[in-house]
């Protein structure tokens, strides 16, 4: 089957009068732009294999914590790198691939002391109060591992599957598979770090070889979520409407004289969103519609935690409003990344988003969106547990920690596990490929048969190989 969505319309014929098509135009056939998206869809949808199993979750938020944060430090405990902490690494533990020759290093031991939390005792760091006093509601991944030791590879790999540039991400295939609940709102809605610098680019929520129209949407808070999306100043809704019905009518001519081209389709879309989101997304972005104890609860009084806590609570404003998929970025240029002080990068990184995760856990758990709602919580990669210019750390693709919440997933407890000192994951392995089937799953569409023609190959977000789905994630 050709699962490639194919958009037809109805040519304009080319002896067709400049009066009768002015008036044609200005009657106000304000669909016509979106009648080629509507046929993408449809037949996309239609070329997706239906479940055989209903969906855990309706929705997913995404914090993504950009440039390694150190699993040794937040979230995985190693009694073991406390106790040799300054001795080399044992030979035992054989060839370790590193970036910066940090191989010979002397070990380092955990930062900050970790404790028992919760009624289930899972021990986190004390780098993370907040996220602690949320211990029973999150299950621990202590056994994810990538396939890459730098930044742009790792980031493409945690987003799209593949350590390659030009796949489509994540949140473009469940905006292919599943699509938006709200035609008003985009599916996917991307909130970057406003200091930029993502490493690996936008291409990290790009569509790849997915049609346009399913890129992430960068999105921000405030009364302009997006550059130049209000009408210019006297310009009527009708007015503009009239224009944009006009527009339509000349790019269909010239996208069926292009041979239906994706680019041109997704520009078209792009016109008719974004005179939709001109009412729908001032209202979704408006904070000032929060009480004031809710603005507290997510730091936004504080300016440490201002811009984080903004994002979290708007991501929860926009799965309200139908959106898929949000994906919410702590990090800029450097981010996570302590290559050279572990304790000076984490302790300003766990200071800015800590408190507002916490919120965003209990605002949806509060509001019973947690039960039908993923939150996901990782970075591209960990750090090693050899030191790096005495108080750093490098990148540890091959064993790290994130942790999943909500959509019926059990919390309170820890899956997988690494070595005793945190350097490769050993126990019940997690592979990102095996992380992307499964979550998938919980969306209810099967990993093995979300697909799409692209270069005579059937691609898919998990990869070419039989990925299995995480039996132990999802009770």
């Known amino acids: 089957m050709n699962h490639s969505p194919t958009a037809k319309t109805n040519p304009i014929g080319p002896g067709l009068k400049r009066r009768y098509f002015l008036r044609s135009a200005a009657g106000g056939a304000s669909l016509l732009g979106m009648s080629m998206l509507d046929n993408q869809r449809i037949r996309a949808r239609e070329s997706i294999p239906q479940p055989d199993f209903p969906p855990r979750a309706k929705r997913v938020i995404w914090l993504f914590m950009h440039g390694g944060p150190s699993h040794v430090d937040l979230f995985d405990p190693k009694p073991a790198l406390k106790k040799y902490a300054g001795s080399p690494l044992p030979d035992s533990f054989g060839n370790v691939m590193t970036r910066r020759r940090v191989a010979k290093n002397p070990l380092l031991g955990p930062i900050r002391p970790f404790r028992p939390r919760g009624e289930s005792g899972i021990e986190i760091s004390d780098f993370l109060p907040e996220i602690s006093t949320i211990a029973d509601d999150i299950c621990v991944i202590r056994s994810l591992h990538g396939d890459s030791v730098n930044h742009p590879q790792s980031v493409y790999q945690m987003n799209t599957g593949s350590i390659l540039m030009g796949h489509p991400s994540f949140g473009s295939w469940l905006a292919y598979g599943l699509g938006t609940e709200n035609e008003n709102m ?49 310009i009527s809704d009708q007015r503009q409407r009239s224009t944009l019905d006009l527009l339509s009518q000349f790019n269909r001519r010239h996208f069926k ?4 081209d994706d680019d041109l389709a997704a520009r078209m879309e792009s016109y008719e969103l974004a005179f939709r989101m001109q009412s729908a997304a001032p209202e979704a972005v408006d904070l000032s519609q929060e009480s004031a104890a809710t603005l507290s609860h ?14 979290c609570l708007l991501a929860r404003r926009l799965i309200e409003r139908g959106v898929r998929i949000v994906q919410v970025y702590s990090g800029d240029t450097n981010g996570w990344d302590a290559h050279q002080d572990v304790d000076q990068n984490h302790t300003e990184y766990c200071a800015r988003t800590d408190k507002p995760v916490a919120a965003l856990i209990k605002d949806l758990k509060r509001s019973g969106l947690l039960d039908d709602t993923l939150v996901i919580w990782c970075g591209e990669f960990g750090r090693m547990p050899m030191s790096e210019q005495g108080k750093g750390r490098d990148h540890n693709p091959w064993g790290y920690c994130g942790w999943l919440a909500g959509a019926g997933i059990s919390g309170g407890r820890t899956y997988g596990a690494t070595d005793d000192i945190g350097l490769r994951a ?48 999802l009770s």
């Open 186 to 234: 985009p599916a996917f809605v991307v909130l970057p770090d406003p200091r930029g610098g993502l490493k690996g680019g936008p291409a990290a929520w790009g569509n790849g070889f997915l049609p346009a129209v399913y890129q992430g949407t960068t999105m921000r808070a405030g009364k302009t979520p997006i550059l130049n999306l209000n009408s210019p100043a006297g």
């Open 257 to 260: 004289q292009r041979d239906s």
């Open 298 to 311: 997510y730091g936004i009084d504080h300016p440490t935690t201002r811009d984080f806590g903004q994002r």
């Open 426 to 473: 050993t126990e019940d392995t997690v592979h990102v490929n095996e992380f992307h089937a499964t979550l998938l799953h919980l969306m209810g569409l099967n990993p093995l048969g979300l697909s799409y023609p692209h270069n005579g190959l059937d691609e898919r977000l998990i990869g070419p190989s039989e990925v299995d789905v995480v039996e132990g994630l």
